[in-house]
């Protein structure tokens, strides 16, 4: 082998081993930035680790201020719908008691001497289909005849 042929060789191997190396330093250069790049980003997700915890905490709150808002309307529901059936109640239990006294008035009007009975007409409306009860047969003042002047200067009937 001729030494030119050999100087070549030698060139050429250690051209590849010097491409070696550099190749070996850059790799390892990009290593290098991709732990600081790691690094880095582990930091910033630490850092938003807290603001992650604080809104799921606000979001936890919020759903624990719906649910009881929602339990107060429903109770405030229930409570509407209680008060609507007392008067409901109420209302019956008064009507029943307006027919009776209505009824005790109709009584007294027939046994009282001093009304008019005359022959009954419709009573108006209080417009739920009642009447005030009375068929314009009572007298809704006492007529002359029937009344008196008392000491203290009121009027008495008869």
Do not use: C
Not at 70 to 88: F, I, S, T, V
Not at 111 to 127: C, E, F, I, N, R
Not at 131 to 136: E, K, R, W
């Amino acid at each position: 082998m001729d030494t030119s042929t050999v100087v070549w060789i030698v060139i050429a191997v250690a051209v590849v081993a010097l491409i070696a190396v550099v190749a070996v330093m850059a790799n390892k250069k990009k290593q290098e930035r991709n732990r600081s790049k790691a690094a880095e980003l582990r930091e910033q997700a630490s850092e938003s680790a807290t603001d992650v915890q604080r809104r799921e905490a606000l979001a936890k709150e919020s759903e624990a201020k719906a649910a009881a808002a929602r339990a107060e309307a429903d109770r405030k529901a229930a409570e509407a719908e209680r008060l609507e059936a007392e008067a409901h109640d109420r209302g019956s239990v008064a009507a029943k008691h307006r027919e009776e006294h209505q009824e005790h008035l109709r009584k007294a009007d027939e046994l009282d001497p001093d009304v008019k009975h005359t022959a009954p007409t419709t009573a108006p409306s209080d417009g739920h289909g009642k009447t005030d009860g009375h068929s314009g047969s009572r007298a809704a003042e006492p007529t002359p005849e029937h009344t008196e002047t008392t000491e203290t200067g009121g009027a008495h009937r008869a």
